[in-house]
């Protein structure tokens, strides 16, 4: 074990579902922690079971109190109308010294503090590629939150994908972006493979020429660093095949349709943010 892993200290984990067990493949395999410094704690068998599989060692716990009793950062990992519970459940053994690690989307972290009564809080956004080590995760933190594991939430996180920290108020169009993104670009590599097959493509292979094009360009564009209007002006030539089809995008208005697909989903992330915090409710005294 390196000398980074053991100043994490033990790891808890609220829910065991699949960004919780993305997350910890992701910390393992990055050597940043071991499967014996997991807690999780999930009610469901299957959950239970498929994280046993995945990764031996790792610890279970039979309630949420139990988990977090010696954790320093606990990973809170349900879903949204599970969230309230879960943070009653453990609030009174959460160690004061521990930070709690949200995934939970929608819930701000002035909610989040009143049902867990801390207020060393990260709150993340992650993305489904964080399945396959090729998420997005975008965190904002509370001022309480310790230089030291705040780091060490980032560090643990880049496990997974990029980071990017930004401001609490940003996270509803990190949501409509990131978040809804995968999404919409699974729509687009779908309608670029029916047009493979529309054009005479077989099947199979419309689809394996979709998935790899976007995951080539999307590469390209990271590692050149170009603007993409660059890379696009540089495929179109005059007359060519690529100018007609771009042509066609635009009389359909497929630029301003994915703009205001990520507007939508940001003001739909905002609205369920807004409901969560008043079904959650105030905190319960402990």
Known sequence: MSSSTSTTGPVAMVGGGQMALALAEGFCRAGLVSAAEITVFDPSDAARERLAARLPGVRFASTAAQAVRDARLVFLAVKPQQAAAACREFRSDL???AVLVSVVAGLPIATLSGLAGTARIVRVMPNTPCLVGRGVSVVC?????PADLAERTRT???AVGHVHEVDESLLDAVTGLSGSGPGFVALLVEALSDGGVKAGLP???ALALAVETLGGTAALLEQTG?????????????GGTTIAGLAVLEQRGVRSALIDAVVAAAARAKELGKAQAVESGPARET
Do not use: N
């Open 141 to 145: 933190r509370s001022p309480d939150v």
């Open 156 to 158: 643990l996180l880049a």
């Open 95 to 97: 160690p004061p010294a």
């Open 203 to 205: 099947r199979p292979l």
């Open 226 to 238: 170009e603007h993409p209007a660059q890379i696009k002006d540089r495929v179109s030539s005059p």
